[in-house]
């Protein structure tokens, strides 16, 4: 995947997003994956023009990248890259490596648990996309919980849906990945297979790619794929 990421002019406001993404599995694969993979990344950053989230995402991946190959590790990667090596030594001084973020809504699986049985779609529908994302998601999980795959089905409909609109009108200040890996971690927790089934009809390759590691991710904690 990280060997085959799309054009870095036309997808810089991604560069956070990609680096997360690497963060979420960089510790969970092999070293060597990890290694090529980081290496991969960073040369896709240094084609991106200097901004506060690139040098984000620099910091991100090189300390995602420490993290799982060891300090030795990490510096022997970078002796054989000079355009990583030299991408990573430079981040500090570059555009300042911090973004604002916006507050995120605030949803509450036991709210959601206490509505449970109490169909909330019509009321979901008159939310913004983001909050109907998050809340129909915890409502999911609270069907599902309780045994009613068909309303948690309707639920997640909806949550994938939003997660669509959300990935379209993200701004730089919106951590739409959180979002992504919020629904596909509770539908995951539901139904695995379906909520990967539901993460590759979403229209947008990055926010599957984010939400089918999110599903990877719940599969792998339990050992067993629903």
Known sequence: MFGSLPDPQDNAAEAENFAAMYARMATDVEKDTARKSGLELLEWLSRLDDSGRRSLAINITSGSMKQALGEQGFQDALSGDP????????????????????????????????????????????LPASERAREAAAHGFAAGTSGNKEQAGRYFDMAFAAIDEVW??????????????????????IDSVNALTRAQKLRD????????????????GTGVAR
């Open 83 to 126: 355009v990583a090596a030299s991408l990573v030594r430079n981040a500090g001084s570059g555009a300042e490596a911090r973004i604002e973020r916006a507050p995120v809504e605030s949803v509450s699986v036991l709210r959601a648990m206490g509505n449970n049985g109490v169909d909330q779609s019509d009321r979901l529908r008159d």
């Open 168 to 189: 379209v009108a993200r701004t730089p200040e919106q951590n739409t990945a959180a979002i992504v890996e919020e629904v596909s971690e509770a539908a995951a927790q």
């Open 205 to 220: 390759p990055s926010s599957q790619a984010i939400a089918m590691l999110a599903v990877a991710r719940v599969v792998a």
